[in-house]
């Protein structure tokens, strides 16, 4: 039995980078004889184990075969007879098909660390074109290194290429979507996993509400790129670069689907625009079942980012109807994330990068004044039940206009 170091560990080690996990593959051993030494078993579809000390992955050295359409058509071979080079080959990425043995000597039968140096991403066999997931990986894979300055293997985008074509994307499960676009969403150039999607073909059948709004036009004067596609990936990599968490990255992404949608013959303008997004981001999210929490604040970023950009311009009473409509009062923590949001909408323009963004700090005021309302002392003073909630919704808008210092509405 030989233990091998394989996988992101090996990669991440050449590359400098701190390793997270560590995977190790076994060659020459049984399921009996893991389980003997103490590794408690947990794999469903192939022996994998668990080290009865460390907790990590120990997995046996396999084949795989493929039988049918989609990530799971898969039919495994593990047994004391299969090398680690048949192991490695099945892999995705020559960077990922690396190992190193129990005295550290590194492994490396497919060009991986010649890859690594060469910053290119590319795939190992043919046997990249059997799994549509590794599409989405390897999208992943180019945001995360996108600033090392890593490009994709012409050869292998023209492989993804042949997988759209062939309809293996389509295959793809709404769970595996999501996992793999919220993985690329937090990486540190998120824009890049959805240009190389794009480049394949493969967003298209993803996310075609993205993917349609590449050429269309905005206006210059509030848009210096002008492309709406552009401007979507300057808005998510702003938000990338200031650390902003899932939900915020995923309202970014999705607050300006509705322009796709928008008549060619009324470009560059898109009014309605917000509303349209509304019906889109819904659509999308009950298509990729996307958690409540992401899906929540893109629904109501698509519908107010318009209206918070111009909050220099609302009357306390329309600020308080919007501060109700987002649930600002009883979720202040969400409100907070929608303004990060917006601010990368405004900042996600060309020039803009560092532009102030006034409209932050005034609608933290607003909700700040009008959440001290003390609601349970109003209805305490007012005997008719049905006109409690103007009572309230009034004082909200007096405190609001004070804190605010604006004129009488």
């Known amino acids: 039995m030989n233990i091998f170091s394989v996988g992101g560990a090996v990669r991440d080690e050449l590359l400098g980078l701190p390793v997270a996990d560590r995977d190790y593959v076994v060659v020459g051993a049984t399921p009996d004889e893991l389980i003997a030494l103490g590794y408690k078993p947990v794999g469903k579809d192939f022996p994998v184990f668990l080290h009865p000390r460390t907790h990590e992955e120990y997995a046996l050295a396999r084949t795989e075969r493929k039988t049918a359409r989609g990530y799971h058509g898969f039919a495994f071979h593990a047994a004391p007879d299969?090398?680690?080079?048949?192991?490695?080959?099945?892999?995705?990425?020559?960077i990922n098909a690396m190992a190193r043995d129990a005295a550290g000597a590194l492994i490396d039968p497919y060009g991986g660390e010649r890859d690594l140096k060469a910053r290119v991403l590319r795939h190992v066999s043919p046997a990249f074109a059997e799994d549509p997931v590794r599409i989405l990986r390897l999208a992943r894979f180019a945001a995360r290194f996108a600033p090392l300055g890593f490009t994709v293997a012409d050869e292998t985008l023209d492989l993804m290429r042949g997988m759209v074509r062939a309809g293996e994307a389509d295959a793809l499960v709404a769970e595996r979507v999501?996992?793999?676009?919220?993985?690329?969403?937090?990486?540190?150039?998120?824009?890049?996993?959805?240009?190389?999607?794009?480049?394949?073909?493969?967003?298209?059948?993803?996310?075609?509400?993205?993917?349609?709004?590449?050429?269309v036009p905005q206006r210059a004067e509030h848009h210096p790129?002008?492309?709406?596609?552009?401007?979507?990936?300057?808005?998510?990599?702003?938000?990338?670069?200031?650390?902003?968490?899932l939900d915020v990255r995923f309202a970014?992404?999705?607050?300006?689907?509705?322009?796709?949608?928008?008549?060619?013959?009324?470009?560059?303008?898109?009014?309605?625009?917000?509303?349209?997004?509304?019906?889109?981001?819904?659509?999308?999210?009950?298509?990729?079942?996307?958690?409540?929490?992401?899906?929540?604040?893109?629904?109501?970023?698509?519908?107010?980012?318009?209206?918070?950009?111009?909050?220099?311009?609302?009357?306390?009473?329309?600020?308080?109807?919007?501060?109700?409509?987002?649930?600002?009062?009883?979720?202040?923590?969400?409100?907070?994330?929608?303004?990060?949001?917006?601010?990368?909408?405004?900042?996600?323009r060309l020039g803009k990068e560092n532009a102030p963004y006034p409209p932050a700090a005034r609608m933290a005021a607003a909700l700040q004044a009008a959440a001290a309302v003390d609601a349970g002392a109003i209805a305490k003073q007012i005997a008719e039940p049905e006109r409690i909630k103007e009572k309230v919704y009034q004082a909200r808008v007096s405190a609001v206009r004070a804190a605010l210092n604006d004129h009488e509405d």
């Not at 150039?189 to 996310?207: I, M, N, Q």
């Not at 552009?230 to 990599?237: G, L, T």
């Not at 970014?252 to 009324?266: F, Q, R, S, W």
Request: aromatic residues 4%; hydrophobic residues 40%.
């Open 178 to 215: 999501w996992q793999e676009l919220a993985k690329g969403l937090m990486e540190q150039k998120p824009s890049r996993l959805f240009e190389t999607l794009r480049a394949c073909g493969a967003l298209a059948r993803v996310l075609p509400e993205l993917d349609v709004l590449w050429g």
């Open 252 to 348: 970014a992404l999705t607050h300006d689907l509705g322009k796709g949608a928008t008549p060619p013959a009324e470009w560059p303008r898109h009014h309605g625009h917000e509303e349209r997004s509304v019906g889109l981001v819904r659509t999308l999210c009950e298509r990729l079942r996307v958690p409540a929490e992401c899906r929540d604040l893109a629904l109501v970023m698509a519908r107010e980012h318009g209206n918070i950009h111009r909050a220099a311009e609302l009357r306390a009473n329309t600020i308080v109807m919007l501060l109700q409509g987002a649930d600002a009062f009883r979720k202040p923590e969400r409100f907070a994330r929608l303004l990060l949001a917006c601010e990368s909408d405004k900042r996600g």
């Open 82 to 94: 299969v090398t680690l080079e048949e192991d490695l080959v099945r892999r995705d990425l020559t």
């Open 225 to 245: 790129e002008i492309d709406t596609g552009v401007h979507v990936m300057m808005v998510v990599d702003y938000a990338a670069s200031q650390n902003h968490p």
